[in-house]
């Protein structure tokens, strides 16, 4: 159902505006993703998770604890097409096996300070940011700051909007993610 009302969109058939950052998409990854094809239906929304997703990655947080982040919420969500693209960058980021496991069956991680960051992603996510000080302190006493804090509730919102339309758009697993899915 959801092919027929989100396309996969080609650079030819996706709206004009979309067009330039599917090129763009397309040049980085080496071929077009199911979930930028069909996102592209909204150019406005393509181009917003795209820039707030260069964003995220500018931030003080280390690529792994983003990448806890980005697949606490990918698990969380049940988006299938994000649990595999990022346990694929996990693993390009010589990520522990262990971890990965863990994070895809949303269990406590062995590394306390990236389980601080997946512990704080949900505990933003459960008091829709109002977290108590328990949960602000843990967070902190591993390490983190109140830089982190605020980056992490940025990574919560790129990654809602993602998760999110890959569901609404049922967007398939490419098969260049089939191994990681």
Do not use: W
Not at 42 to 56: I, K, N, Q, T, W
Not at 163 to 179: E, F, I, K, S, Y
Request: aromatic fraction near 4%.
């Amino acid at each position: 159902m959801p092919a027929s009302v989100f396309p996969d969109h080609t650079v030819d058939s996706a709206p004009a505006a979309a067009r330039r950052t599917m090129e763009a998409v397309t040049a980085k990854q080496g071929y077009l993703p199911s979930g930028v094809a069909r996102i592209a239906t909204s150019p406005e929304l393509l181009d917003g998770f795209l820039r707030a997703s260069a964003v995220f990655e500018s931030t003080t947080l280390d690529p792994l604890s983003r990448e806890v982040l980005i697949m606490t919420m990918a698990t969380r969500n049940d988006c299938h097409i994000c649990v595999a693209m990022h346990t694929a960058r996990l693993d390009a980021l010589g990520a522990d096996p262990e971890l990965i496991a863990a994070l895809r069956e949303q269990r406590p991680l062995a590394d306390e300070r990236l389980d601080a960051v997946r512990e704080f992603t949900l505990a933003v996510l459960a008091a829709a940011g109002a977290v108590d000080d328990a949960a602000l302190q843990a967070f902190l006493g591993h390490g983190h700051t109140a830089r982190n804090a605020l980056e992490v509730v940025l990574g919560i919102g790129t990654y809602t909007m993602s998760t999110l339309a890959n569901r609404m758009t049922g967007a398939p697993v490419d098969h260049q993610l089939a191994a990681f899915a």
